[in-house]
T-cell receptor
Framework: SQQGEEDPQALSIQEGENATMNCSYK?????LQWYRQNSGRGLVHLIL?????REKHSGRLRVTLDTSKKSSSLLITASRAADTASYFC??????????FGAGTTVTVRA | DTAVSQTPKYLVTQMGNDKSIKCEQN?????MYWYKQDSKKFLKIMFS???????INETVPNRFSPKSPDKAHLNLHINSLELGDSAVYFC??????????????FGEGSWLTVV
């Protein structure tokens, strides 16, 4: 069974707005990562947050982690057309593999 | 300069055929992976190799056979292709043996369509 599940499945926002997506997972983790996938391309790593961290920032990205609720959120501020992509969370409760969700598809309208 | 490169990018083939997808990484990583992404974008690990040694085999049908001639290459051979094998196959790599705290670097994907 899949470890991470993203919510919502799809999100459409206006350029300049913020986009928030959530990830829930089932078992305990060491770290949680977020990846972006542009249409027709491979996944690209965005940010990693460790299980003992609660919040992390990278540019316009803000990630939170609540291990008690087994959930994480990714916030993209001041979105741009180039942010249109699918976003995946991935967890590494197992030392040897990352388990991905099915992603949130974000469309940023100009 | 491509870090993880896989070929071919597109592959259309008939049911019952055998096909291979090749993958190479120039990052000096010790671990390589094959992931399968279905039409709903669900991404699932198939195999991982560390220094040519199989680490993970996620209950993939034995029609799928990975081969790692050296730690920079991980090829995927698929026998007797079925319609359900149609998907995007991603090769990836990461440093070290354990994934914990490490980032995975993905190739651009190979779109396999079985007709």
């Amino acid at each position: 069974s899949q470890q991470g599940e993203e919510d919502p499945q799809a999100l459409s926002i206006q350029e300049g707005e913020n986009a928030t997506m959530n990830c829930s997972y089932k078992t305990s983790i060491n770290n949680l990562q977020w990846y972006r996938q542009n249409s027709g391309r491979g996944l690209v790593h965005l940010i990693l947050i460790r299980s003992n961290e609660r919040e992390k920032h990278s540019g316009r990205l803000r990630v939170t982690l609540d291990t008690s609720k087994k959930s994480s959120s990714l916030l993209i501020t001041a979105s741009r057309a180039a942010d249109t992509a699918s976003y995946f969370c991935a967890t590494d409760g197992n030392d040897y593999k990352l388990s991905f969700g099915a992603g949130t598809t974000v469309t940023v309208r100009a | 300069d491509t870090a993880v490169s896989q070929t071919p990018k597109y592959l259309v083939t008939q049911m019952g055929n055998d096909k291979s997808i090749k993958c190479e990484q120039n990052l000096g990583h010790d671990t390589m992976y094959w992931y399968k992404q279905d039409s709903k974008k669900f991404l699932k690990i198939m195999f991982s190799y560390n220094n040519k040694e199989l680490i993970i085999n996620e209950t993939v049908p034995n029609r799928f056979s990975p081969k790692s001639p050296d730690k920079a290459h991980l090829n995927l051979h698929i026998n007797s292709l079925e319609l359900g094998d149609s998907a995007v196959y991603f090769c990836a790599s990461s440093p070290g043996q354990r994934i914990s705290g490490n980032t995975i670097y993905f190739g651009e994907g190979s779109w396999l369509t079985v007709v």
